[in-house]
């Protein structure tokens, strides 16, 4: 018996790797059924101030198809920064987000929203020594 029947997670997952995976992971080992949320490439653009590499369409695709996902799905700048929008939209049980958000405004913010609607947050490790970013200056450098 799993900890939560619906988990939602969102990333940008550009340039897919094990940081991601683990993260996917960790979050299906604690709920029966995982929604996953990709950010679209206007929220990468105009909120991490980078170009995408891989289109949303190629990185959902990805994503849709690992064995610890069961649904993906797209997901927009406001919905991003309302995380409200999302669960009217899903009715998840949990959002699972990385524990570097943990004590943030925005998230002490969706932790008083989803109460009132009986949703949790869990915050799960990051894997430190790789992101998207660190891969692309690793390539760069070479
Ligand atoms: N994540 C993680 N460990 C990492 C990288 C990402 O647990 N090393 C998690 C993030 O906390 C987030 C999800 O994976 O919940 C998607 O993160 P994303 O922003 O796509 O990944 P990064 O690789 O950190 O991208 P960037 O370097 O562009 O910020």
Not at 40 to 59: A, G, L
Request: hydrophobic share 35%.
């Amino acid at each position: 018996m799993k900890a939560y029947g619906t988990g939602f997670t969102t990333g940008v997952f550009d340039l897919f790797h094990v940081g991601h995976l683990n993260l996917l992971e960790r979050c299906k080992e604690r709920c029966d059924q995982l929604i996953v949320a990709v950010c679209d490439d206007d929220y990468v653009r105009s909120v991490k101030h980078k170009e995408p590499v891989m289109t949303q369409e190629d990185r959902m695709r990805i994503i849709g198809n690992l064995k610890c996902v069961d649904r993906v799905v797209p997901i927009t700048v406001a919905e991003v920064e309302n995380k409200l929008l999302c669960w009217e939209k899903y009715r998840f049980d949990v959002l699972f987000s990385g524990d570097d958000w943990k004590g943030s405004e925005r998230y002490r913010k969706t932790e008083r929203q989803f109460a009132r609607v009986g949703a949790r947050i869990e915050y799960l490790p990051y894997t430190h020594g790789i992101s998207t970013t660190e891969l692309k200056e690793k390539i760069a450098r070479r």
